[in-house]
């Protein structure tokens, strides 16, 4: 089995598919899926697919590109929806400086605040960094000790990996370590430590070099699964079954 931790199925972009995509991801051995929001809108809506599927798991946040949409009643919307039992972990959340939607401060500000409320309801922080991450470290270390979670889509080395660990987060993989060139990328997933490790897909963007020019869906984890298998000179089966036992504990699903 293994474990899509981010995805954004309830996304337009599967709008005429969803159900099918949801089964594809199942008969390609995909049991479990963490749905992310990245807004109020997303977030209810990652709440409501993850209430019709029973291995479907949802995650609440304000992505940064829509930090400027947070707000004094952002907190209460947020930890609201985190009240019900199949909200697994807020996010995504934290820094993008390569688009750069929102003004650098304000992203800041609504980074630190879902970091801190993440903390005080201790459910871990799915975190988005893009060209940012000093920045993006810089505040998960102003919580450490107090906050857990994951770098999402992670871009980093070797040496970014060790300090994302160093902090208690976990660093989790998506299509781009499939791609030829990504060789730093490669050594980072094998440098990470097997109870840190983590993969995803962040569908619909990003499809693994097999799909690639596709949309991606969960089922397509399957290849990210393969190389950094590879590049960590394991089999898959011993990949699947690791990720998905830390899948598990960091969001704290039950099961085997």
């Given at each position: 089995m293994l474990v899509d931790t981010h995805a954004h199925v309830a996304f337009e972009a599967f709008e005429e598919d969803r159900q099918e995509v949801i089964l594809r991801?199942?008969?390609?051995?995909?049991?479990?899926?963490?749905?992310?929001?990245?807004?109020?809108?997303?977030?209810?809506?990652?709440?409501?697919?993850?209430?019709?599927?029973?291995?479907?798991?949802?995650?609440?946040?304000?992505?940064?590109?829509?930090?400027?949409?947070?707000?004094?009643?952002?907190?209460?919307v947020l930890a609201g929806?985190?009240?019900d039992p199949k909200v697994v972990a807020l996010g995504e959340m934290g820094l993008d400086y390569y688009r750069d939607r929102a003004p650098r401060e304000v992203q800041r500000e609504a980074f630190r605040a879902q970091l801190e409320l993440a903390s005080e309801l201790d459910l871990p922080a799915i975190v988005h960094t893009r060209e940012a991450w000093e920045d993006c470290l810089e505040e998960v270390e102003r919580l450490r000790g107090r906050v857990r979670g994951v770098f999402h889509c992670f871009s980093g080395d070797v040496a970014v990996a060790a300090r994302c660990v160093e902090l208690g987060f976990h660093c989790s993989f998506a299509g781009p370590v499939t791609y030829p060139p990504n060789h730093a990328l490669r050594a980072a997933a094998a440098a990470v430590p097997d109870d840190r490790l983590l993969l995803e897909t962040d569908c619909p963007y990003l499809a693994p070099q097999a799909r690639r020019g596709r949309r991606n869906e969960p089922a397509f984890v399957v290849h990210t699964a393969e190389a950094v298998a590879r590049a960590r000179g394991g089999d898959l089966e011993a990949l699947a079954t690791s990720t998905s036992r830390n899948a598990r504990a960091l969001f704290r699903i039950a099961g085997d």
């Open positions: 991801a199942h008969a390609s051995g995909v049991g479990i899926l963490v749905e992310v929001g990245i807004d109020e809108a997303s977030s209810l809506a990652a709440l409501r697919l993850a209430r019709g599927h029973g291995p479907i798991f949802a995650a609440v946040g304000v992505h940064p590109h829509h930090a400027a949409d947070w707000g004094p009643a952002s907190r209460e929806l985190a009240s």
